[in-house]
């Protein structure tokens, strides 16, 4: 095991008694500390400083990872239509729980879909990028939550300041690319690359046309961005897609960014989407032949769940949260016919939120193991 205290002299180097858990081993005890769930081993830390010391150490995380103990959790980032107060939640999918989040330091009056969300599922990290004053300015700020210790804190801001624009993680770095600038029409063709652990941003490719988001995602090492349609939907949607091992761009496929008409979620390496218009199928895209097809099953729960929608994967389903705060599971099946053709459907349940979201709508959400 991985041990937990950063220094194994601390009882000799306090000159007393700095037992974590009195009576008990130190190795008892520290796997007593990990199996404590988020988020309430934040909330251990104020017990002594002795669990404090454990609980913050580097290796606390690295032990949890080893030995399994981090649980995925869905972090959603929402805001309230009557109060316009912003506010992020994470749901326990195993026990329909929810667990609402420190407030994040950004300013009062901070514009949520001009914001982009990233996350780094397995570190436990999760990012929140830019903002937009009242004045229609934009911002590069880069805050940063932990769930090791349930707190946020600012990072080095983006070299650029932008908004509405798209963001992904690559190979444990964040990108963010494209988005609006000083103003309205000013479009942004530059990207960049944040490095966690030296806490840096770098220039990398740009885009051959500044694009304002719509969606984006990930894809292997891919991001792809559409702008979608706009009214009066007389010219196909721009679109383009960052290859990260190469650090180029490319034009997207005809067939992939006018079938692009709704939310994207990746699952299994496949790219789907759920329509925002009638009754929200979802399609799956088919890269040999440039297409999109729908994906069979049960319609989605439209009269449960109302518009507007965010949606992530976690643990081999589709997680899919809609106003105030209600989420749909949706498991993919798949099933090879004779004609060696993939069909694809999928079963929805509902999980109910607590009457005290009823206010909020969702802006995003993201997974993160805890």
């Known amino acids: ?111 949520p879909p001009g914001l982009a969300c990233a996350s780094l599922p397995e570190d436990g990290k999760l990012f929140v990028l830019g903002d937009l004053r009242s004045d229609g300015t934009s911002l590069h700020t880069t805050i940063m939550y932990r769930a090791s210790t349930n707190q946020w804190s600012l990072a080095s801001p983006m070299r650029t300041p932008r908004t509405f624009f798209a963001a992904g993680s690559i190979n444990g770095k964040i990108f963010a690319a494209g988005g609006r600038g000083l103003g309205v029409e000013d479009s942004i063709p530059t990207v960049e690359r944040y490095d966690p652990v030296s806490d840096t941003w770098a220039a990398v490719a740009k885009m051959r046309a500044g694009l304002a988001r719509y969606d984006a995602t990930v894809v292997g090492n891919k991001l792809y961005v559409t702008e979608g349609w706009t009214w009066p939907f007389n010219f196909s949607p721009r679109g383009g897609v960052y290859d990260a091992d190469r650090d180029t761009w490319q034009e997207m496929s005809l067939g992939m960014r006018e079938g692009w008409t709704g939310i994207s979620v990746v699952l299994r390496n496949r790219l789907f989407v759920l329509s925002e218009y009638g009754d929200c199928r979802m399609k799956v895209y088919v890269p040999d032949h440039d297409t999109w097809h729908p994906v069979g099953g049960g319609r989605f729960p439209c009269e449960a769940l109302q518009r507007p929608f965010a949606v992530s994967t976690m643990e081999d389903r589709i997680y899919v949260v809609s106003r105030g705060l209600h989420v749909a599971v949706g498991k993919v099946h798949e099933t090879v016919e004779a004609s060696q053709s993939h069909h694809l459907w999928v079963e929805w349940e509902v999980m109910a939120a607590p009457i005290a979201f009823s206010d909020f709508s969702p802006c995003n959400c993201q997974p993160l193991y805890a």
Request: glycine share 2%; hydrophobic share 40%.
């Open 1 to 111: 095991m991985v041990r937990l205290r950063s220094s194994s002299n601390s009882q000799e180097n306090d000159g007393n008694s700095d037992e974590l858990i009195p009576g008990l081993p130190e190795e008892i005890a520290e796997l007593c500390l990990l199996h404590v769930p988020y988020p309430y081993q934040a909330l251990a830390r104020s017990v002594s400083s002795s669990w404090n010391k454990a609980i913050t150490d580097p290796s606390f995380l690295l032990s949890k990872k080893t030995l399994s103990l981090s649980q995925p959790y869905l972090f959603v980032f929402a805001s309230s239509k009557s109060t316009a107060r912003i506010q992020w939640q994470a749901l326990d999918p195993r026990s329909g729980r929810w667990f609402v989040l420190p407030p994040m330091p950004c300013s009062a009056a901070a514009c």
